[in-house]
């Protein structure tokens, strides 16, 4: 299934499947992660993130290329990190260049492939890891360097974590489309240029390692979102750099799922 997430006339949020003339058949959707088509319409009056996010978990350095633009060695363990949820933004709704940004040119884009556990799982084996998925969307992890680099007292949280830095959506694809989550094609495109083209292919890690690493002795709940990583092509490792500024539009795009384009706002 493609499961959207919307406001309906009366401002109710629901789930369902888009048909046509704005319009979805809506699904009834349990939290351990099933959906069942309850044969009512409603109509789409606003998209939102595809799920209210209970946790959001991040991975960096995890695409070969992306690490060897960087000058960065090849992780031996997952480097995770994290986003608030307040950071989620709903597709359509602009990325705000943080006020704080204060020096300028800083703020980056990152096409992620975005996992949502649907049920509880906790010392999850790799080998059964992709049972505790409910499905894939698309996130940009949107990034202040300057915050993530040199502001934020040696951690990445904080250059992560602005509001809208994190899109999401368009829709929430259930795992039985996408048997396979590491052969898929990823890009993003500022202004009508591809600035990012790869496949899932190029992970250094896994999904399912993924989910076995963050689950060791901890409890992923359904709707923890994990962030995969993002392939080569960020513009802070261009020459020169390229930096979101207000007036651009991004469009962060994976095969199977959609696009999410974001135009650029100041905050």
Request: charged share 20%.
């Amino acid at each position: 299934m493609r499961i959207i997430r919307f406001q309906g006339d009366s401002g109710q949020t629901h789930h369902g499947i888009e048909t046509q003339g704005q319009q979805a058949e809506l699904v009834e959707f349990d939290p351990t992660g099933t959906f069942k088509l309850i044969s009512r319409t409603a109509r789409i009056v606003k998209r939102l993130a595809p799920i209210e996010p209970t946790n959001i978990y991040c991975i960096g350095l995890n695409y070969r290329a992306h690490a060897q633009e960087t000058g960065a060695a090849i992780p031996e363990q997952p480097v995770v990190f994290m986003k608030p949820t307040t950071a989620v933004a709903n597709p359509g709704d602009p990325i705000l260049i943080p006020r704080c940004c204060t020096h300028g040119d800083e703020v980056d884009y990152e096409v992620e492939l975005a996992v949502v556990i649907g049920k509880v799982g906790r010392n999850i084996p790799e080998e059964q890891a992709l049972d505790y998925v409910m499905g894939y969307t698309v996130a940009n992890d949107v990034s202040a360097r300057r915050w993530q680099k040199h502001s934020g007292g040696g951690q990445w949280i904080r250059g992560k974590s602005f509001d809208s830095f994190c899109p999401l959506g368009p829709v929430l694809v259930t795992r039985d489309e996408i048997p396979d989550p590491q052969s898929l094609s990823l890009s993003t495109t500022l202004n009508g240029s591809v600035m990012q083209s790869s496949n899932t292919s190029d992970m250094i890690f896994t999904v399912a390692r993924l989910i076995a690493f963050i689950s060791m002795d901890t409890t992923l709940l359904p709707n923890t979102l994990i962030l995969t990583g993002t392939p080569q092509g960020v513009g802070v490792a261009r020459k020169p750099p390229v930096f979101l500024k207000p007036g651009d539009t991004v469009k962060v795009e994976i095969d199977k799922i959609g696009a999410i384009t974001s135009n650029v706002e100041q905050g």
